[in-house]
């Protein structure tokens, strides 16, 4: 494994990283279950805007990890609007101000097409509050709710987690959680004994300290990527134009969606006044769900200037009138379930 002194972020479509990131000058990011749930919740928000799916979690006292694919290649743009987004509610609910996190967070490229890679970061994640003793010596680790390890063991689980490439990568079948427990508890009783324990963390160093996870090969395709990069910004901007394509034909598809559920077309859509109710609601509900600008809604939708959507989506985020209210919960409908609570315990 190769040192790099703040290396640049490579993206590509259908890399995944292991993404960990702490609090500002150590301290806590969740003061409670109510802090890690809105944690979730923006989670699954951020994975709807960019078509993330996470492969395992967990949030700790002071910090969190993340197995995230990017199929669309944004994690830089993902994880700018989770971290800010989260860092202006935790910010609100505790009314204070300032940074949340410390400095950038840390993503390692892993490679996602060697089954071995996966699981040895899965399996750090997950096991992360044994070796942190949130979990007490002779205690299950699925009593730890705030994992996505409850959830492999769970029938049902949130759309934007993808439990099958981690079971697969173990030799599992899809649903085998029976068979995921064993092999994770089993991991429990390893870091119990001294030998077990300092094995797990020579295998788990190069997560900690390197900037990519995979063989030589993998690297020399990455360093080819690095090169590119460096040499010019111009395929950046492609790339850039590119992703912003992607998000304005998201954006197109969930306005259909929108104006089906509402009984609009877009004829009838072009007539209604600026501020009309249903192009508040629209508005609320495009900025919500993809990464389109204000300015894109604004025109898109017939508002005139891009600040009438900024006050449509505050009218909506507040109390909103009867007749929102209802377009709200319609076009709600049309969401993805929302996150659903972690797993109660047995």
């Known amino acids: 494994m190769g040192g790099m002194a703040r290396p640049l972020r490579i993206e590509y479509p259908g890399a995944a990283y292991h993404v960990m990131a702490r609090g500002n000058q150590g301290g806590p990011i969740f003061k409670d279950d109510r802090d890690r749930k809105r944690f979730l919740e923006t989670l699954a928000e951020a994975c709807a805007k960019t078509g993330w799916q996470i492969d395992a979690y967990v949030l700790m006292g002071n910090h969190y990890h993340l197995l995230v694919a ?81 959830w492999y063991l769970s029938p049902q689980c949130p759309v934007w987690l993808r439990r099958e490439v981690v079971l697969g990568s173990l ?96 004829a009838q859509l072009a007539k209604l006044a600026k501020g009309a109710p249903e192009k508040v609601a629209l508005a609320w509900w495009l900025r919500g769900r993809t990464t389109v600008t204000l300015r894109w809604v604004g025109e898109r939708l017939g508002m005139g200037h891009y600040t009438r959507v900024t006050q449509a989506v505050g009218r909506m985020r507040r109390k909103p009138a009867r007749k929102l209210a209802a377009l709200a919960r319609k076009l709600s409908a049309l969401a993805e379930k929302e996150t659903p609570e972690p797993p109660a315990l047995p």
């Open 70 to 150: 990017t199929p669309g290649g944004n994690l830089v743009a993902g994880m700018k609007w989770l971290q800010g987004t989260y860092t202006q509610r935790y910010n609100r609910r505790h009314q204070i101000f300032g940074h949340l996190f410390q400095g950038r967070y840390k993503a390692v490229v892993v490679d996602a097409q060697d089954a071995n890679y996966l699981q040895v970061v899965s399996t750090y994640i997950h096991l992360n509050p044994a070796r942190s003793g949130l979990v007490g010596p002779g205690e299950a680790l699925k009593r730890y709710r705030w994992s996505s390890y409850p």
């Open 171 to 266: 030799g599992l079948r899809p649903g085998d959680r029976r068979g995921y427990a064993a092999y994770l508890e089993g991991r429990v009783l390893e870091l119990g004994r001294e030998a077990g324990r300092e094995a797990c963390e020579r295998s788990w160093q190069a997560i900690r300290r390197g900037w990519y996870l995979g063989n030589e090969s993998f690297l020399e395709k990455l360093e080819g990527g690095l090169a590119r990069a460096i040499a010019g910004r111009r395929r950046e901007s492609h790339q850039r134009a590119a992703r912003e394509r992607q998000d304005t034909a998201a954006a197109e598809r969930l306005l259909r969606a929108g104006l089906k559920t509402l009984g609009l077309t877009e």
